[in-house]
Nanobody, 125 residues
Framework: QVQLVESGGGLVQAGGSLRLSCAAS????????MGWFRQAPGKERELVAT????????YYADSVKGRFTISRDNGKNTVYLQMNSLKPEDTAVYYC??????????????????WGQGTQVTVSS
């Protein structure tokens, strides 16, 4: 059983930056592809970014491409989401998730086996 704990959310002005972290425990971190999702009020949960077990392959939603960067440190069992040039439409609860995919990426939330509790990101205009 893998436990995921997110941190780093908060309130930031438009144009600002935040760095989310997700610490994993209870499993072999490098066995998992990792993803960041978000869910805004009244909207469906959406994939923001995903990264392969090695960190060599990444995918970003079009809405965040060029502004967000996903990375991982397998030695620290942690995945990060660096968010720059934040916009009010980035306001959401952000979740990290782990998918039992040894190679490649996981795009659908149904592919993910473990989820964190979420961290709120609020971007003011």
């Amino acid at each position: 059983q893998v436990q995921l704990v997110e941190s780093g959310g908060g309130l930031v002005q438009a144009g600002g930056s935040l760095r989310l972290s997700c610490a994993a425990s209870g499993g072999t971190f490098s066995d998992y592809a990792m993803g960041w999702f978000r869910q805004a009020p009244g909207k469906e949960r959406e994939l923001v970014a995903t990264i392969s077990w090695s960190g060599n392959t990444r995918y970003y939603a079009d809405s965040v491409k060029g502004r967000f960067t996903i990375s991982r440190d397998n030695g620290k069992n942690t995945v990060y989401l660096q968010m720059n040039s934040l916009k009010p439409e980035d306001t959401a609860v952000y979740y990290c998730a782990a998918a039992t995919v040894k190679y490649g990426l996981a795009y659908g939330d149904g592919e993910y086996d473990y989820w964190g509790q979420g961290t709120q990101v609020t971007v003011s205009s």
